[in-house]
């Protein structure tokens, strides 16, 4: 049954990234006035197909892509109903910007997606730590357990007997206990924790042994949450977006710089499933929409590189033909095209046999 669903909530993850990409593309070439003849959800064979007033509206058995067929494009020239298209509703027949807009569509819908979901996620559940070094949860077991430290206590001072260091608390950052910031090669220290518990202070004598993993004094304790208001909850959509974004442009231009060492820690469907199913078997839907908007913005700036095929290349032969004044010759762009879709085939194959080594690896 979890299989069921781990699948259920992929096929979902997945086909609203490329619902909303295709219908970014579909809507704008619809607002210039450009003839879409097919709008459609996969590839390979039609499961589902419904006519509109011009355009077929259609879902195919691989969920993995999707395509608006507009009047103008090569590999459309042999399409019947392109045939009879005024030149005027075609990509050949509208100004440069027009398709600029329309190829960068997708992409622009991809981080709406993504924005609108972080900022539904924060405005419903979106946590930040508070200003003082309040406990939040402690860890079973810990020191801090051991030693009777509580859940909201506001740790304001730290004395450590050993060096008879006074280390005044105002931020959790300042709860940072390494040797060498203590001063100090003690394996064990005893510490006296001043709190306020309500409208009380009280000291609290602490044992706390040194991790050699983490190369720190560790009590066992995290930080005191609140939930953001509306102004952090745009703040942190936009932020999470920057962050989000900048790690993926690094990804790829180590792609680019370090080939044969960044192509074996991609991940292409198979990877998606395996991390999707991962997070839905956690239950917390915030995760999940989370991961969601993460692969929209994936699947948006992928788009812009200048490959053949993506929406980055087709701004680029637009640009192109705008500057030289007359068309790229139709044989050379829709044999780049069928270049670039198929070195973007093979590396979606290659990452597919590394994600399958993996999981049975």
């Not at 559940?125 to 430290?149: F, H, K, R």
Request: glycine fraction near 8%; hydrophobic fraction near 45%.
């Amino acid at each position: 049954m979890q299989t069921i669903i781990n699948v259920i909530v992929f096929l979902l993850i997945l086909g609203s990234i490329i619902i909303i990409h295709e219908l970014g593309h579909f809507l704008a070439a619809k607002f210039f006035g450009v003839y879409c003849s097919q709008f459609s959800i996969g590839f390979g064979p039609k499961i589902w197909s419904k006519k509109g007033k011009e355009t077929e509206y259609e879902l195919r058995a691989l969920p993995f892509g999707g395509f608006v067929a507009m009047a103008g494009e090569e590999d459309q020239a042999e399409n019947e109903d392109m045939k009879d298209v005024p030149v005027e509703r075609t990509l050949k027949g509208i100004q440069t910007y027009k398709k600029v807009i329309i190829f960068l569509a997708g992409v622009f819908m991809n981080f709406v997606l993504a924005i609108v979901v972080t900022l539904g996620v924060n405005l419903v559940s979106g946590q930040i730590p508070v200003n003082v070094a309040q406990i939040g949860t402690i860890v079973d077991n810990s020191p801090a357990q051991q030693a009777g430290l509580k859940e909201n206590d506001i740790i304001q001072q730290v004395d450590v007997q050993e060096t008879g260091q006074t280390l005044l608390v105002s931020n959790f950052d300042d709860l940072q206990l390494t040797q060498d910031y203590l001063k100090t090669t003690s394996q064990t220290l005893n510490l006296k924790v001043t709190v306020l518990r309500g409208e009380a202070k009280e000291v609290v004598d602490v044992k706390v042994n040194y991790n050699q993993d983490d190369g720190k004094y560790k009590l066992g304790i995290t930080q005191a949450t609140r939930h953001m208001n509306i102004a952090e909850s745009f703040q942190y959509t936009f932020v999470s977006l920057g962050t989000m974004s900048m790690a993926i442009f690094s990804a790829l231009g180590q792609l680019v710089t370090k080939f044969s060492q960044t192509v074996t820690q991609l991940s292409g469907p198979a990877g998606i499933y395996q991390i999707t199913a991962q997070v839905t078997e956690t239950g917390q839907v915030a995760y999940l929409l989370n991961l969601l908007a993460l692969l929209s913005v994936n699947v948006g700036i992928f788009n812009l590189m200048p490959i053949p095929g993506l929406d980055g290349c087709q701004v680029l032969f637009a640009l192109v033909e705008k500057m030289i004044g007359r068309e790229i010759p139709s044989k050379l762009r829709l044999g780049l095209q069928m270049v670039g879709l198929g070195l973007v085939m093979l590396l979606m194959v290659f990452v597919t046999y590394q994600d399958i080594s993996r999981m049975f690896g």
